[in-house]
């Protein structure tokens, strides 16, 4: 079995459902990431926001009070970290997800990418 914990990124940033959209939108640009998970006081998994959600933006009225939980996708899949990493890498080949949180206890862990997948098939070559 592949070690699902050994290939995620552990600090993530994330979002609350709360976080004004303007402030997310400029956390995925500064980080330089597509997508961001959406967290719950108690950091379990609300969501998540990605560019795709963002670029709604433009069709609506400019608000500057919008917030996350607005235009975040609720419906998302994840994965126990202690899940096999070829179950998480055909959930990634058979969406369109580029990325899919990662959770222990319900509560967020981390999150793996299909870029974290291809950096660890070629850790063996080196």
């Given at each position: ?45 609300a ?63 981390g ?16």
């Amino acid at each position: 079995m592949h070690e699902t914990r050994a290939v995620m990124t552990a600090d993530v940033r994330t979002v609350g459902t709360r976080t004004p959209i303007y402030d997310a939108v400029k956390m995925l640009l500064d980080s330089d990431v597509t997508g961001l998970p959406v967290v719950n006081d108690d950091m379990t998994l609300a969501g998540i926001i990605t560019e795709k959600d963002v670029l709604r933006l433009l069709a609506q009225v400019e608000d500057d009070s919008a917030t996350v939980e607005q235009f975040m996708t609720r419906d998302v899949a994840s994965f126990d970290e202690e899940a096999d990493l070829i179950a998480i890498c055909q959930c990634l080949i058979e969406s369109d997800f580029r990325r899919v949180p990662i959770t222990s206890q319900g509560k967020l862990a981390g999150i793996i990418s299909r870029r974290d997948i291809i950096k660890y098939i070629l850790e063996p070559i080196g």
